[in-house]
């Protein structure tokens, strides 16, 4: 990927794109994150994007402010995104740190993320494809 | 290390040797009284002392024969300056203290009278003489590097930090607030290497400089790092890396150049101390720049209020045109 080797890997399956953050980025790599998935949206005509952040040891403020422009830019470009991953002492600062974060969809892991792609994906179906969640979750 | 001080300072061979011997015997001899990791530094001080005194004899020798051709080689090459510079600096340096603190330390270095004894000539205590030698090397340290670096302090603060750097008393650091006026003064933040590489390996505080947004992880990771030696839980971690970054991001966007210290803190509890400084414009409106959703760049408007609700005590002192510090401390739950 363009954001080079190990900080982040954005994997297409189908019209998804699965983007997982492997370790804790700065501001600058989360920013370059962002536009590389911004971009690859458009390049894949993906419609739904999950960013898995696992790994992340901190979401402050800049962290979440960029996932939220992120979400917001592939709504308007039409696809759909989830959250998934947050680690329960990163949630639990978030909401001491005060973050509002409602409007992103949020998941517990990259399994409830694909099926709530599927669910929504089926629904506003252009394509027809097939909501299986057992072929996607299976996929390399 | 001692020969090479000697060596640097002292150019034929079996003088020098001599010369170390003669510290080496001091050392071992002070060894029992010195501070455990202090011996080093106690030894360079030795070292130079020692060289110093055979200067003062040699200039009297040469001063009572002055009839007799000097033999002695012209030192023209540059270890010989580089060495006759620092005989100058440690000279000017004795030259700047006290004659009381001079006649003691010359006494105890050069003479190798102890501390009782001497204790007992000036009606003191010999902890009372040790203390007080210990801040005349503190002071002649810094007298040291300055007169080594030909300067002369541009502050009236330059002095009380950077002798408060030299004695290692965190206190004192404290009460004339050294690490800002590190920031300041480039002469001092020069200085203090040296300063700071003596003695301490201090392993519950951690600085981080900071400048660019590498540094904002660098300096969460460290403070988590830390703080987990205390048996934070891993919530509490993340609350402090939460916090840590909220204020190096403030720095890094606002003032550029600035530093975090984590300090693991004993009393009143065990806790850890975030003291974020930087030598920005300062905050015109502190009260709303606390205030929730306030905010100058593309943020949440949550970095200050927000770093304040991750902590336990949270405050914040800034001047315009001369910067902001950030005092922040999460107590350990005592469980």
């Known amino acids: ?140 | 290390m001692v020969r090479r001080i000697v060596a640097a300072r002292v150019q034929d061979g079996p003088t020098a040797d001599d010369l170390v011997q003669e510290t080496l015997v001091r050392v071992l001899a002070a060894a029992p009284r010195v501070e455990p990791g202090m011996l080093e530094s106690y030894a360079i001080v030795t070292a130079r002392n020692v060289v110093a005194s055979l200067w003062r004899e040699r200039d009297r020798h040469r001063r009572n024969q002055h009839r007799v051709v000097d033999l002695l080689p012209e030192q023209t090459h540059d270890d010989g300056l580089v060495a006759q510079e620092e005989q100058n600096a440690v000279v000017q340096a004795l030259a700047r203290l006290s004659e009381r603190e001079r006649d003691t330390l010359l006494a105890h270095e050069v003479s190798g009278q102890d501390t009782r004894s001497l204790a007992g000539e000036i009606g003191s205590t010999a902890g009372a003489v040790a203390a007080q030698l210990n801040r005349t090397r503190a002071r002649l340290r810094v007298e040291y590097l300055l007169a080594l670096d030909q300067a002369e302090p541009p502050t009236e603060r330059c002095r009380p930090v950077l002798l408060a750097l030299s004695s290692g008393d965190r206190r004192r650091q404290r009460e004339v607030d050294a690490a800002r006026h590190l920031l300041e003064c480039d002469l001092c933040a020069r200085l203090s290497e040296p300063l700071m590489e003596r003695g301490q390996a201090r392993d519950d505080e951690i600085r981080i400089p900071i400048h660019v947004d590498a540094d904002i992880v660098a300096a969460r990771q460290a403070a988590r790092e830390l703080a987990s030696r205390l048996g934070f839980s891993k919530t509490d971690l993340t609350l402090i890396a939460t916090a840590v970054s909220e204020v190096a991001r403030n720095i890094v966007r606002f003032a550029g150049l600035g530093e975090i210290v984590v300090e693991l803190l004993d009393q009143p509890r065990r806790g850890v101390r975030v003291v974020a400084m930087d030598t920005g414009p300062g905050i015109a409106d502190v009260e709303q720049a606390l205030a929730d959703g306030y905010s100058t760049y593309q943020g949440l408007g949550l970095g200050l209020p927000g770093a304040r609700r991750l902590m336990d005590e949270f405050a914040i002192m800034t001047e315009i045109g001369r910067g902001t510090t950030v005092t922040m401390t999460k107590w350990r739950e005592e469980r």
């Open chain 1, 1 to 140: 990927m363009t954001t080079g080797p190990k900080l982040v890997s954005i994997l297409r399956q189908g019209s998804y794109l699965i983007a997982s953050i492997h370790t804790a980025l700065d501001d600058t790599q989360m920013v370059r994150f962002q536009e590389d998935l911004v971009e690859q949206i458009g390049r894949y005509r993906s419609r739904g994007v999950i960013i898995d952040v696992a790994a992340l040891d901190v979401l402050d403020s800049f962290g979440a402010r960029t996932l939220r422009t992120i979400a917001e830019m592939a709504r308007l470009r039409g696809a759909v995104t989830v959250i998934v991953g947050i680690q329960p002492d990163v949630a639990f600062a978030m909401v001491s740190l005060g973050m509002a974060t409602g409007s992103v969809v949020t998941l517990l892991d990259l399994e409830e993320g694909l099926a709530f792609l599927d669910s929504r994906t089926q629904r506003n179906a252009t394509s027809g494809r097939p909501a299986l969640r057992t072929l996607s979750r299976g996929a390399p």
